[in-house]
């Protein structure tokens, strides 16, 4: 099958497009031909193994490079097969789901980690939806247990994850408030934000409002700053973020770490998001998709072997919404 392959850190150009042998599902698993793969901030920061301190701390990550060769981690597509284990998927079935190895014809992924396609959209909406989509509700509904009537503030409203907590949201009955920049407004007001503030002319952190959760999806603000957009018992959720600027020791966190000690002084809750895509959660968005309260918006597609076109994008560009690779298969 053809893949793309990442041998060591480095920018996009390490990365190649190649033939490799086709993995052959465990018990547990199923093989899925992909059709479609999401693009995902992760992705930047394993190809260039940014921050170095996570090269140490964070699974998947070596000293000079990734663990897993093959980059990627949300698809969608359709089984080709399963595994002895698995027993409530099927050849010929459309899924979507997340693994390590995505940026490929073929990837296997534990069935626990894969759900069905959401009825009406194609694969490239669907590959756009499970690790942005599981953070986005994972944040929302396990760490804020946001309640109906809340005020929620989402810091970078315009990228992937904030497209999901924006649409959550609202479907969650909350009065929201996006963050993101002049060119972003009307696609943030789209997504059904409720007032969407102009970061290139206002500093929420300044204006004197205060939200019962802020979600902050860029970490470029100080802690201090957020804090002053929270309600004295309201939470803070950081899902760290940023686009490359050079490579850096800490990155996002920096911010985590302050946070994390932080919370355990103050009355506000600040919490690490680290929410799994798993059978659960992507059934729940299948859910929110059916039901018509969210709908991936895509802003470009690249073919598999422009990969490293795709990351460029994302990492230096601000990406609107979200970024997909299509891997259908000739023939």
Not at 157 to 171: C, N, R
Request: net charge positive; charged share 20%; aromatic share 6%.
């Amino acid at each position: 099958m053809k893949a793309i392959v990442q041998e060591r850190y480095g920018p996009p150009s390490v990365l190649r497009y190649a033939e490799v042998a086709t993995p052959v599902p465990a018990a547990d698993e199923v093989l899925v031909r992909v059709h479609a793969a999401g693009v995902n901030a992760a992705d930047w920061h394993m190809l260039r193994g940014d921050p170095k301190l996570a090269r140490l701390t964070v699974a998947g990550f070596g000293l000079r490079g990734p663990k897993q060769s093959i980059p990627g981690r949300d698809f969608a597509g359709v089984v080709e097969s399963a595994g002895s284990a698995v027993e409530d998927l099927s050849p010929g079935d459309e899924v979507y789901g997340t693994s390590a190895g995505a940026f490929a014809e073929y990837v296997c992924a534990k069935s626990g980690t894969v759900a069905r396609k959401p009825a009406g959209l194609t694969f490239e909406e669907a590959a756009a939806l499970p690790l942005a989509g599981v953070t986005a509700l994972g944040g929302l509904r396990d760490l804020a247990a946001a309640q109906p009537g809340g005020r929620l503030l989402v810091n970078g409203a315009s990228g992937g994850v904030g497209m999901f907590a924006v649409q959550l949201a609202k479907a969650m009955g909350l009065h929201v408030t996006g963050v993101c920049s002049t060119r972003n407004l009307e696609l943030v007001t789209g997504f059904g934000a409720d007032e969407v503030i102009d970061y290139t002319r206002h500093d929420f952190t300044r204006g004197g409002r205060r939200y019962d959760v802020v979600f902050d999806l860029v970490a470029n603000r100080s802690l201090a700053a957020l804090r002053r957009a929270v309600t004295p018992a309201g939470v803070l959720i950081l899902a760290g973020g940023g686009v490359y600027t050079g490579g850096s020791l800490v990155g996002p966190m920096g911010l985590v770490i302050v946070g994390l000690l932080t919370g355990r002084l103050v009355r506000q809750r600040i919490v690490l998001l680290a929410a799994a895509p798993d059978r659960e959660r992507l059934d729940t968005l299948r859910e929110y998709v059916e039901a018509g309260h969210v709908r991936p918006v895509i802003e470009r597609t690249y073919p598999l072997h422009r990969a490293a076109a795709a990351i460029t994008h994302l990492e230096t560009e601000h990406a609107r919404a979200k970024i997909v690779i299509t891997c259908r298969i000739e023939g």
